[in-house]
């Protein structure tokens, strides 16, 4: 399963989309366990998702989160929640995109209490972010600010321990911030 994972993430970033479908149906077909049929469906996702066929990612994403919610693993339902939130971002249903948004930031936090670790802060971070977006556009632009500058001081933390790792992340965040701070104060 690992295996023609690693497969089709190497045809997909080559854009050998023959290849790669050959590779999705191999892993598809391979995969057991819930986790490994929620990872399956989210590869789907990410495969119809890469060449702009909407519909088909929704519904992969979808079924991604339903095989999160049967195998019980709070870190896969969180990153099936920010694929289904970013689908429906995209599809401009704000509404839609923060609750799936609200309850993937809600297991994060959970995961980076319970688990600790820079990964889990990270994924705490990117949760902030992409819900702090959603908020925004829906014009909440003061909470928007208050979950930036959340993943603000989360991402400092993060590049104050590895620079080399998480430097970007924090680049990226001070500069999302400042452009948010900047159209509160226009």
Same mark, same amino acid.
């Given at each position: 399963?690992?295996?023609? =994972?690693? &497969?089709?993430?190497?045809? !997909?970033?080559? &854009?050998?989309? #023959?290849?790669? /479908? ?5 892993? +598809?077909?391979?995969?057991? +366990? ?25 519904? %992969?994403?979808?079924? %991604?989160?339903? $095989? ?9 339902? %969180? ?28 297991? =994060? ?6 688990? #600790? #670790? ?15 977006? !959603? ?6 632009? +003061?909470?928007?600010?208050?979950? $930036?500058?959340?993943? &603000?001081?989360?991402?400092? &933390?993060?590049?104050? %321990?590895?620079? /080399? ?17 900047? =159209?509160?104060? /226009?």
């Amino acid at each position: 399963f690992d295996g023609a =994972r690693a &497969e089709l993430r190497a045809q !997909a970033r080559a &854009e050998a989309w #023959g290849p790669a /479908a050959l590779a999705l149906q191999q892993v +598809t077909a391979l995969a057991v +366990t819930d986790r490994q049929q929620m990872l399956a469906a989210q590869d789907a996702g990410d495969f119809a998702r890469a060449q702009g066929r909407s519909d088909d990612a929704i519904e %992969a994403y979808d079924q %991604a989160l339903a $095989y999160a919610r049967q195998a019980q693993a709070p870190e896969l339902i %969180a990153d099936a929640l920010l694929n289904v939130g970013d689908m429906a971002y995209e599809e401009h249903r704000l509404d839609s995109a923060v609750d799936s948004y609200e309850e993937a930031l809600a297991l =994060r936090r959970q995961i980076a209490q319970e688990v #600790g #670790g820079a990964d889990a802060r990270r994924a705490l971070s990117i949760a902030l972010e992409r819900l702090a977006d !959603a908020r925004e556009d829906r014009g909440h632009r +003061t909470r928007a600010l208050d979950l $930036y500058r959340e993943s &603000e001081a989360i991402a400092a &933390e993060l590049a104050q %321990a590895d620079a /080399a790792r998480y430097g970007g992340d924090l680049a990226t965040t001070r500069q999302r911030l400042e452009e948010l701070e900047a =159209r509160i104060l /226009a």
